[in-house]
């Protein structure tokens, strides 16, 4: 795309930034992604799997975007075609793995919340997603767990426990969305697909967890982004239409 300036890339989180919580993108924001990709190179990066930022943004994300980064960049795609991914599964390795996951299950077992469901780890390429209430819920279902979690802090006890028990295998554990948290090695957190972007020298990240604990903390404050707290789909939409769109077109 001719009119675009090198070096210059705008990297967006999904939930909470380009999409409410786990909730399909609008046309509006698909449209104004449309035109900003005219004057910018544009990728988002997002704590999910690949199917579910498919589900969010569509059938065709990794066409649509430059780079597509699902769980943090442990999968990576650029122009449609995958250039790398991270296994789990060969870093830890099947014994501590199943060490790992055998306690989670017993953990969440034990667990007394007012309801369960399935789908308590969903295990991915680079990381696992745990669930104490199990994955498989309802969207009012969901919201009632983020209320009641905020009130019991379910997920950030389990956290500590297990941040405890592992301590050696060298793991973090990030609350990036309703229900769940993830789990996976120090380091591969959001910033792991800067590694793509050797290219960039000027990388604009946008994300709305971007507080210590949060899951765009990391990333947001790389010595390599310029990072943007943003509040919603319309916020983001707002701070980069002024930040690349505007100049553009000569308004503010
Ligand atoms: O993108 C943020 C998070 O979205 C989902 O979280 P939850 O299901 O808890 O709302 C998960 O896909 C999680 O991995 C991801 O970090």
Not at 42 to 70: A, H, R
Not at 117 to 144: A, K
Not at 226 to 250: C, I, R, W, Y
Request: one cysteine or more.
């Amino acid at each position: 795309m001719a009119g675009r300036k090198a070096g210059l890339i705008a990297l967006f989180d999904v939930d909470g930034t380009l999409t409410a919580p786990r909730k399909v993108v609008t046309p509006k924001m698909l449209e104004f992604l449309r035109n900003l990709r005219e004057v910018v190179t544009v990728g988002v990066v997002g704590g999910s799997d690949l199917v579910k930022i498919t589900e969010q943004l569509g059938k065709t994300v990794i066409d649509d975007y430059d780079y597509v980064f699902s769980e943090n960049g442990l999968v990576a795609h650029k122009n449609g075609k995958l250039i790398g991914t991270q296994s789990l599964k060969s870093f830890l390795g099947e014994e501590k793995l199943k060490e790992f996951i055998n306690f989670t299950l017993h953990y969440i077992a034990d667990l007394d919340i007012p309801i369960k469901r399935g789908t308590f780890i969903e295990f991915r390429s680079g990381m696992l997603n745990v669930s104490p209430i199990g994955r498989n819920l309802s969207q009012e279902e969901r919201d009632e767990f983020e209320k009641y979690d905020k009130v019991h802090n379910i997920r950030s006890k389990m956290i500590s426990v297990l941040r405890e028990k592992f301590a050696h295998f060298n793991l973090t554990f990030s609350i990036g969305g309703q229900i769940s948290f993830d789990v996976f090695p120090h380091g591969w957190d959001k910033t792991y697909c800067l590694r793509y972007l050797e290219e960039f020298h000027e990388i604009h990240f946008f994300g709305d967890k971007t507080y210590n604990g949060g899951n765009d903390y990391e990333i947001y404050e790389s010595e390599r982004t310029v990072g943007h707290t943003v509040t919603s789909p319309e916020d983001t939409a707002n701070q980069s239409t002024t930040l690349f769109l505007a100049k553009q077109t000569g308004g503010a």
